[in-house]
């Protein structure tokens, strides 16, 4: 009998088996047959977009400014480390106009956020319309408007010209982003606070903002994104001595493409890189708790 059996389950197996590699080959051919046009297209699509960024990491270790390979070097990591204080301080103005910027503009698109959801007033709906212009306005005309507007009160472009445009054109984000948040977002949560003795601060404070956390760091890394490559705005309401790198870089590339704007698009692709890996941990981390 134990015999019987044994035989019965190693029949069983090769007939498992023989099925398996029967649906395996008709998959293959299924997929096969199915590899079609938008699949192509997709396939051709991620070698344009990818193509160049290969190229250009390619080429910042060539031994030449040109595009002929004479040779693997670092010459221009080293220039842009140790040779480049002009690319370096409009790195830094950059990076302070879109920290500064961003963070103001997520404190003020979140209470924006907030006070538009919560409460109901006569100018509700024209609050919420209004604040969507910057952002579906061409960014040409932004940046006229916001050029004449400082020449008319006098105030000298420069760093904080900047700053003031930056935050204009990224609180629509920020606001957009939360508010999203917020209408997910259930009321019955503020009812039971208040009835357990929270004040409006209180509620706001350990309800509200908790909840929003996440729409709240959607919309700052995207004003930071934002304000780190915007250059028409930029253009027009900068003045001497607060060059930021897209105004550096367009300046540089008029006369050719530097190497060392190679190596520095190399860098700030690995930073990229292994940031957003680490802020999508990090999402993962609240969205789980």
Same mark, same amino acid.
Request: aromatic content about 12%.
């Given at each position: ?11 069983t ?12 080959r008709?998959a293959?051919r ?12 997709f396939?051709a ?14 080429y ?8 002929n ?11 842009l480390?140790?040779q ?24 003020l698109?979140?209470?924006g ?13 024209? @609050?919420?319309?209004?604040s969507f212009?910057p #952002? &579906? +306005? ?7 408007? $916001?050029?004449? !507007? ?7 472009l420069?760093l ?5 445009a ?5 609180l ?13 977002f ?6 039971a606070?208040?009835?357990l003795g ?5 509620t706001?404070?350990?309800?509200t ?10 919309g700052?890394l ?8 915007d250059f028409?705005?930029?253009?027009f ?15 540089a ?6 190497p @060392?704007?190679?190596?520095l698009?190399?860098? #700030? &692709? +690995? ?7 680490? $802020?999508?941990? !990090? ?7």
């Open positions: 009998m134990m015999i019987k059996n044994i035989v019965h389950n190693i029949i197996s090769l007939r498992v088996g023989q099925n398996q590699g029967e649906a395996a008709h293959r299924a997929y096969r047959r199915n590899f079609s046009l938008s699949q192509t297209v396939i699509t991620l070698v344009f977009l990818f193509l160049p960024l290969f190229v250009l990491v390619l910042s270790f060539n031994a030449s400014k040109g595009m390979w004479t040779g693997f070097s670092l010459i221009w990591y080293e220039r480390f140790f480049s204080r002009g690319l370096w301080q409009a790195f830094r103005n950059s990076i302070l106009i879109a920290a500064t910027s961003a963070i103001t503009a997520t404190v698109g979140t209470l956020a907030i006070g538009v959801n919560w409460y109901r007033f006569r100018l509700r709906n024209y @609050v919420q319309t209004i212009l #952002m &579906i +306005l061409p960014e040409i005309i932004v940046g006229v408007s $916001l050029a004449l !507007f400082f020449a008319g009160i006098g105030l000298d420069g904080l010209t900047i700053f003031i930056h935050t204009t054109f990224n629509p984000f920020v606001f957009l982003m939360v508010m999203a948040r917020l209408d997910e259930d009321f019955a949560i503020i009812e606070a208040r009835d929270a004040n409006e601060i209180q706001l404070l350990s309800v903002i908790p909840v929003c956390i996440p729409g709240i760091i959607s700052f995207t004003a930071v994104t934002i304000s780190l490559e028409v705005i930029t253009s309401v900068s003045g001497p001595g607060s060059t930021t790198l897209p105004l550096f870089i367009y300046s590339i008029r006369i050719g493409v530097s @060392v704007i190679n190596a698009s190399v860098v #700030m &692709i +690995l930073g990229t890189v292994l940031l957003t890996y680490l $802020l999508r941990n !990090f999402l993962k981390y609240i969205a789980a708790k």
